[in-house]
Antibody, heavy 123, light 107 residues
Framework: EVQLVESGGGLVQPGGSLRLSCAAS????????MNWVRQAPGKGLEWVSG????????YYSDSVKGRFTISRDNSKNTLYVQMSSLRVEDTAVYYC????????????????WGQGTLVTVSS | EIVLTQFPATLSLSAGERGTLSCRAS??????LAWYQQKPGQAPRLLIY???TRATGTPARFSGSGSGTDFTLTISSLEPEDLAVYYC?????????FGGGTKVELK
């Protein structure tokens, strides 16, 4: 059974940093690209970042480029995102999602999602 | 980036009724459109991909159709557990984008 469990969310002040983790199990982790998708309170879904199965290729939305860094440790089956220079508008539930392909640049969607972790940026 | 417009914003249906949700793209996404279901307090769940292929575990009452810029998700007979927000997503052009969602509620 595929499982994705996010952790690391919490309250942080504007300008602060936070690292989210996503522990994966139930599938060959390195064979699949992974993504972070967020959802602001009461709002829709926004793709944030993606990383290829090997970890070599990374991609970011314009809204987080230069502030967020996605990475993965295939030996630990874990996905990360390091978030810095956080803004109030980064407040959201952050989901990790497994893509149906090894490459992020692909027409394949995400077939499994974690339950999410809430990040609140506020003073 | 490609903008996906979903309508209606809210769809009120009775149990057993047929429902049609629409997603329109600002430019062609070929057939690379997916539909997700999100129940309150839960993560999104993949229902349909490639416009019409049911994901594993998707009930047969859900069907998808369309290509190019106009897509439809049909619920043939609404069950109480289908009350949720439904999002479409395209991955044909970078960056991947989501529609604003359609909320399905009980009439």
């Amino acid at each position: 059974e595929v499982q994705l469990v996010e952790s690391g969310g919490g309250l942080v002040q504007p300008g602060g940093s936070l690292r989210l983790s996503c522990a994966a199990s139930g599938f060959p982790f390195s064979h699949y690209a992974m993504n972070w998708v967020r959802q602001a309170p009461g709002k829709g879904l926004e793709w944030v970042s993606g990383i290829s199965g090997s970890g070599v290729s990374t991609y970011y939305s314009d809204s987080v480029k230069g502030r967020f860094t996605i990475s993965r440790d295939n030996s630990k089956n874990t996905l990360y995102v390091q978030m810095s220079s956080l803004r109030v508008e980064d407040t959201a539930v952050y989901y990790c999602a497994k893509q149906m392909s090894v490459d992020v640049i692909s027409t394949r969607p995400s077939d499994y999602w974690g339950q999410g972790t809430l990040v609140t940026v506020s003073s | 980036e490609i903008v996906l417009t979903q309508f209606p914003a809210t769809l009120s249906l009775s149990a057993g009724e047929r429902g049609t949700l629409s997603c329109r793209a600002s430019q062609s996404v070929s057939s690379y459109l997916a539909w997700y279901q999100q129940k309150p307090g839960q993560a999104p769940r993949l229902l349909i991909y490639d416009a019409s292929t049911r994901a594993t575990g998707t009930p047969a009452r859900f069907s998808g159709s369309g290509s190019g810029t106009d897509f439809t998700l049909t619920i043939s007979s609404l069950e109480p557990e289908d009350l949720a927000v439904y999002y479409c997503q395209q991955r044909n052009k970078w960056p991947p984008t989501f529609g604003g969602g359609t909320k399905v509620e009980l009439k």
